[in-house]
């Protein structure tokens, strides 16, 4: 019986774990692949603090691994297949058949960014396709850029870049943005903002890197060449919340539904990071999260004394000699 089990190796979930390694939990993380998440596909990060001339992202995603486990959190790598969250004891399944108890889950599964699903769009992803304006319009400073999508995230992205960039295309596939009304204004009366409409990305192309975007207009079928340096893909995020549908609350992207204090729709269950309902997915908020978790989930176990078994919640047999519990579990 653990204290705590948190699933996912990204920032959230080291994060999560530092933190609650830190407070005295006994926690172990779960991760299907390798440490770091998205982090650890990521070239170079250049707006995480600290890091005046960036970091790489495998190296940053070390770094974390090596504090939290200096910390005494446990890391087993292997996939979490089925969650059991009702009761007390929270259930957690892996692959291997192994089942892990706890008292508090952390879910920091992550997300993934949609893909259009265009030709070059993987070739030539870091050589000019991007999938996070927040993260990369500054390398294209000065530069002509495009943004695809017409959500509230292509249209913030669009915003963001217009301020950085000489120009912003934004391509949409209908003949209105799905945008919040006052971020509309705001891009349509941008100046160095201009708005493909009814349009599609057939294909990237480029030499060593990205150099035209060949748009389609669905309604006419034409195809324009676009030169551009830079494109960023924003038709979505993807979260890994599958093995939680029909057991917490999800927004309609498929996000677990959170506050900021993490705590999702079951008693000591929390989402952190990229897998929860948010305004902004960076590194910085996905460890914000992760520490703020773990935090809810001392609060909520109601620890009073730490490394001390058995730990006892509330409905369990009590044994004079067991820890005392407080706070909402008692
Ligand atoms: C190309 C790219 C570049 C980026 N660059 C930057 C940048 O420069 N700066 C910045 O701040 N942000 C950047 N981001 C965003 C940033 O990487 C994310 O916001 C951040 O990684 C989110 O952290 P997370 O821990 O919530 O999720 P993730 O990083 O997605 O980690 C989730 C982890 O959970 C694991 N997992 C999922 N399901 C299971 C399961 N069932 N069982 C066990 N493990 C599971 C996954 O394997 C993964 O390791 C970038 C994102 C991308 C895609």
């Known amino acids: 019986m653990r204290d705590v089990v948190i699933i996912g190796g990204g920032p959230a979930g080291l994060c999560a774990g530092l933190y609650a390694a830190r407070s005295g939990m006994d926690a172990v993380l779960i991760e299907a692949k390798f440490s770091g998440g998205q982090v650890g596909t990521t070239n170079l990060v250049e707006n995480y603090p600290g890091f005046e001339h960036g970091i790489g992202g495998p190296e940053l995603a070390m770094l974390m691994e090596q504090q939290a486990v200096g910390a005494g959190l446990s890391i087993e790598f292997e996939s979490c297949t089925k969650l059991e969250l009702e009761g007390d004891v929270k259930r957690v399944h892996l692959t291997s058949g192994e089942v892990v108890d706890a008292y508090a889950v952390i879910l920091a599964m992550g997300a993934y960014p949609r893909k259009l699903g265009a030709k070059g769009e993987e070739e030539f992803r870091a050589r000019g396709v991007s999938f996070c304006a927040t993260c990369d319009g500054f390398i294209f400073k000065g530069k002509r850029v495009a943004v695809i999508g017409g959500g509230n995230t292509a249209a913030e992205d669009a915003l963001y870049l217009a301020n950085i960039c000489e120009s912003v295309t934004l391509v949409h596939r209908r003949n209105s943005l799905r945008a919040e009304n006052a971020l509309v204004t705001k891009l349509l009366t941008n100046p160095r903002i201009t708005v493909m409409w009814d349009s599609v990305v057939d294909s990237f192309e480029g030499e060593a890197k990205l150099e035209t ?25 993807v979260p890994n919340s599958d093995i939680v549908k029909g057991i917490l609350e999800l927004d309609e992207s498929g996000s677990i539904k959170a506050g900021e204090d993490t705590r999702a729709s079951i008693t000591r269950v929390y989402a952190a990071g990229d897998i929860r309902t948010k305004p902004l997915r960076q590194i910085v908020t996905a460890v914000a999260d992760g520490a703020v978790a773990a935090a809810a989930a001392l609060q909520d ?28 579990t008692v």
Do not use: S, W, Y
Request: overall charge neutral; aromatic content about 4%; proline content about 9%.
């Open 301 to 328: 176990i109601g620890l009073r004394v730490h490394n001390e078994p058995p730990r006892q919640i509330c409905g369990f047999v009590g044994d004079p000699g067991a820890v005392q519990l407080v706070g909402n």
């Open 213 to 237: 975007m060949n748009v389609r207009n669905i309604k006419t079928n034409e195809t324009t060449p676009v030169p551009v340096e830079g494109a960023f893909v924003a038709v979505g995020a």
